[in-house]
Each structure stands twice: as C-alpha cells, then as structure tokens.
C-alpha cells in the first residue's frame, strides 16, 4: 500500500512540473510580442499628435492619396451626376417633341447658377429689369423703350443708353422724392408738358444727347439742367421759361439750335452753357439791369457763348454785371 501511494505522488509531481514547464514558455511568448510593439512606437512624438483642421495636411501626406487607391476597375460602375442613366433602345424614351409647350429641363450644373429664360424687357417692374439698390434704379443700357414702373421711393434714376423715345405725363406719377432724373443718350423726340412739372423734389434732369425740339414745363425745385446735344430752337422754349426758377444754378443747353438767350434769368444761375448754338445778337438786358449801373451779379461766373455766330464786342452794355466776361469771340 505505501508503495502504490509513492508511485501515485510521483506521477502527480510529474504532472504538475510538465504544466509549469508549459504555461511559462506560453506566457513568455504572449509578453514578448506587446514589447516589441512598444519599442517600435518610442520613436513617434505622441504628445504634439493634436488632429484639426490646421494642421490636418502636416500629419497626412495626402500628396499622393490617389496613388495609393485604384479606382480604375470601378469606373464603368460609377454614374457621375444626379440624372438616372438613358435608356439604351431609343424607341423606350418618351416622345418629349409631342407637345410644343412642353418646357425642357435642363441638367443641374456646379458650374454656375442658372439664369433664367428671357423675358420681353417691357411691362415689368424695374426692379426686375434694373438694379435697385436702396432708393437708386440704375437701368443703363436695359434695351428700354419706356420709362418702367418704378418703386414709389425712387429717388435717383439713371436710365441711359436706351431707346426711350418719349417721356409721358404719367412715367412719374406719385414719385414725391425723386431728385435726379437722368435719360442721357437715349432717342426721346417728345416729353409731355407734365412730365417733370409735378415732380416736388426733382433738383437734375439730364437729358443730353436726345431729339428733343422742345423742353417741358419745369418744377421750382429744379437746380440742374442738361440739355446738350439736342434740337431745341428758340421757339420750343416757352416765354420766360426759366424766370420763376429761383433754385435754378447750372442750365446748359450748347449744341442746340437756340437763335438767342432765353433770359430774363434768375438770379440764383451760376452757370449758363450756350456754346454752338446760333445766337447772332444779345439784348442789352439779357444778363444786368441797364437802369442799376452799380448792380453786381456776384453768382453767375461760367458763361459759354463760344461757337455761335455773335460779336460779344458789339453788347458792352449786356455784361457789365457779370464777374466774369462771356466766353466767346470779340
């Protein structure tokens, strides 16, 4: 019995040494390998490894990120764009040639925003014709051959390099704060007497280089006038037309057809452009008053009579007056 008992403990001390012997050499195995992974990281600064968006191209080299991936085999299963692809048969496309009204879409673009189709330029309002911007409406050169609906708070109008042909009594009605009003180069032969007269803020109408042969009814606010380059004989201005301006400082109506000065002038004139027109004589009144010899009309220094057929020596007595002498030949 005592030797059965030894043979089993001896067996068992075998047992026990042959799994000690074999867990370590296990163990060994599985600490050796997180060693060798960490020694091949001491060399990365991990401390400074703070990933934004500042310093995303500092970390990442991604100089040559479309090298590292293929995509050449997945191409022929990559639809580019939004729309589904055509039908190969044409006889499955629909008939969009049935309808003639029917509009046609037209693909989205990253390229650019899509503009809209034209529309006729005349009968919208001039914000969609024009550029507004505050109290401004600048339609130059927006092919127009009418004054457009403008926005009741209008206050200045630029309206240029059109094909205006007429301005109608009621092109301005309501506008209570329109200042400037301004048609240069444009083919108006016509201006309703109306047209401007009821106009309680307007101090510059422009209207250079039109067919006008005659000039509307002018409000009292009115400071600027500028009717160069037009048609205008004497007689398509009314008697005394610009005597009641009392605001009245720059009047400029050269490269006309104007036989004479249209005074009597107001005393607020501090410009007066007549140049090439035909003015052949001069009243002795047209600028001073011949009864107040000791008057002097401080205000008006710019008088431009050059290019018209008058002999500014013959009328001493018409300037005496004035700051300055006319230019012109004498």
Request: proline letters at 9%.
């Amino acid at each position: 019995g005592g030797r059965m008992w030894i043979l089993a403990w001896l067996g068992m001390a075998s047992l026990c040494l042959g799994a000690a012997g074999a867990v370590p050499a296990k163990d060994r195995r599985k600490v050796e390998k997180p060693k060798a992974d960490l020694a091949h990281y001491e060399n990365l600064d991990l401390d400074n490894y703070d990933l934004t968006l500042d310093n995303y191209g500092e970390i990442l080299d991604l100089s040559n990120y479309e090298e590292l991936y293929d995509y050449g085999d997945l191409a022929p299963k990559i639809e580019v764009g939004t729309l589904a692809p055509r039908p190969k048969d044409p006889e499955t496309l629909p008939n969009l040639g049935a309808t003639a009204e029917t509009p046609k879409l037209r693909p989205p673009s990253t390229a650019g925003p899509i503009h809209p189709a034209p529309i006729p330029v005349q009968g919208l309002p001039s914000c969609l014709l024009c550029l507004c911007l505050g109290t401004s409406v600048y339609c130059d050169d927006a092919d127009l051959e009418h004054i457009p609906a403008l926005p009741p708070d209008t206050t200045y109008l630029y309206a240029r390099f059109n094909r205006i042909g007429a301005v109608r009594a009621g092109d301005f009605t309501g506008l209570k704060k329109l200042k400037r009003i301004d048609l240069s180069s444009n083919s108006i032969s016509w201006a309703d007497v109306d047209a401007f007269r009821l106009l309680p803020s307007l101090q510059e109408l422009i209207l250079p280089e039109n067919r006008l042969t005659a000039l509307p009814e002018l409000p009292h606010s009115i400071v600027r006038l500028d009717a160069r380059l037009n048609r205008i004989p004497s007689a398509g201005l009314r008697p005394e037309a610009f005597r009641d301006l009392k605001q009245l400082q720059f009047l400029h109506l050269s490269d006309n057809q104007l036989d004479f000065i249209p005074a009597p002038l107001p005393e607020s004139l501090r410009s007066l452009h007549l140049q090439n027109n035909n003015i052949q004589t001069m009243h002795e009144d047209t600028f001073c008053d011949s009864q107040d010899h000791s008057q002097v009309r401080r205000a008006l220094e710019d008088v431009r009579l050059d290019g018209n057929p008058i002999n500014l020596s013959l009328f001493p007595d018409a300037y005496f007056c004035l700051p300055r002498l006319p230019t012109g030949r004498f």
